[in-house]
């Protein structure tokens, strides 16, 4: 492939990144109103139970260490768990149960009326994901959804959903992650305004 080539498949790949954020900003009440949804949560002593397969389930270790650690601000930790996290609970259920029900166990043991559910699936019809959604409903936590690909089966289930308009994973994922970021921005900017002189 020639040089020419290369700069042009880069220059499709960045357009189409471009053609994503353009999206995003059209989202910015959902972007808004989801993020109020989390901090009213942990305002009342709830938590954020993030979940998602391969590279969504990356970005849900990536949100959660954002809130437990710190995005900008250094102040007091956040209550957020991101259920792909510990080998030994998603390998038991998986083993003894079914994969389709690693984070659903979780949620059925951990979770609590007042918190909040944050589910990533590019594709929206992945079955644990599913899963998850309908124990969250169950238990009366309430689901925000970020996906693309049309959406699947997610979109119709999840309380609040974004569906990422593209059909390629990579372009789905950096969605998220932008998204995920300014939610980080949102909640501590709310739950930790300056102090007043």
């Not at 901090?39 to 970005?59: E, F, H, P, V």
């Not at 080998?87 to 007042?114: C, H, K, M, W």
């Not at 992945?126 to 998850?132: D, L, P, T």
């Not at 569906?163 to 909640?187: M, N, T």
Request: net charge negative; with cysteine.
């Amino acid at each position: 492939m020639s040089g020419s080539n290369f700069e042009e498949g880069i220059r499709a790949q960045l357009d189409d990144s471009i053609a994503v954020f353009r999206y995003l900003t059209e989202k910015a009440t959902f972007i808004e109103n989801s993020a109020q949804l989390m901090i009213r949560s942990l305002k009342a002593g709830g938590k954020l139970m993030i979940c998602g397969n391969g590279g969504s389930a990356s970005d849900a270790q990536h949100f959660a260490a954002e809130l437990v650690g710190r995005f900008i601000k250094n102040r007091p930790p956040l209550a957020a768990i991101a259920l792909s996290t510990d080998t030994s609970i998603i390998t038991a259920v998986a083993n003894d149960f079914t994969y389709d029900q690693i984070f659903s166990r979780q949620i059925e043991a951990l979770g609590n009326p007042g918190d909040v559910l944050v589910g990533l699936s590019t594709s929206g019809n992945s079955a644990n994901v599913i899963n998850a959604v309908y124990a969250a409903r169950d238990k009366g936590i309430q689901s925000i959804l970020l996906s693309g690909k049309g959406g699947g089966k997610l979109a119709e289930l999840t309380d609040h959903a974004l569906v990422v308009p593209s059909d390629f994973s990579a372009r789905i994922q950096e969605g998220h992650i932008a998204i995920i970021h300014i939610w980080c921005k949102l909640i501590e900017d709310k739950m930790f305004p300056p102090a007043q002189d």
